[in-house]
């Protein structure tokens, strides 16, 4: 279900919207604007949205699954941890009514992917589930990488 997730938020939804919407013409603006767009909504809002919420429902999850801790006096850390996420991904979620906040979201999703991709890199003990999320994790901070990149000079200015 996991991996599930992640490539729908992370890669699926987001091009599908980036291409609907350059298709159907419903958008003008510049490619690197609607990436920019969409992997915020999708890679960052609803992305930590549900891992979020998943976080401060069940933070065994995240503590076991991911950190291979099993003491439950970790468990207010992962949930300490889905409060961030809900909030980045609400914040980013709203940046589709509010386009002045991708930038700014792109660059905190970019910041909290690489740094949380780190650090699942320096674990050389990781299985399948913490892979994903290295992966996942370091893939997305560096697109969001490129977006803040390609796009700089344009909001830098605003």
């Not at 889905?82 to 909030?87: D, E, M, S």
Request: cysteine-free.
């Amino acid at each position: 279900m996991h991996l599930t997730v992640v490539l729908l938020t992370m890669l699926v939804l987001p091009v599908a919207s980036v291409l609907i919407e350059r298709w159907t013409g419903a958008g003008t603006a510049p490619l690197w604007q609607l990436v920019g767009k969409w992997f915020v909504f999708w890679g960052v809002g609803v992305r930590l949205l549900i891992t979020g919420v998943r976080q401060v429902v069940k933070p065994e999850l995240t503590a076991t699954g991911i950190f291979g801790v099993t003491d439950n006096a970790a468990f207010p850390l992962a949930q300490e941890l889905g409060f961030w996420n809900l909030t980045i991904g609400l914040i980013s979620i709203a940046s589709l009514k509010r386009p002045e906040w991708v930038p700014p979201m792109a660059i905190a999703g970019m910041l909290f992917y690489a740094m949380a991709g780190f650090l699942h890199l320096t674990n050389r003990e990781r299985e399948f589930s913490e892979n994903v999320a290295m992966l996942s994790d370091l893939g997305m901070a560096a697109l969001l990488l490129a977006f803040v990149a390609a796009t700089f000079p344009a909001w830098a200015r605003s």
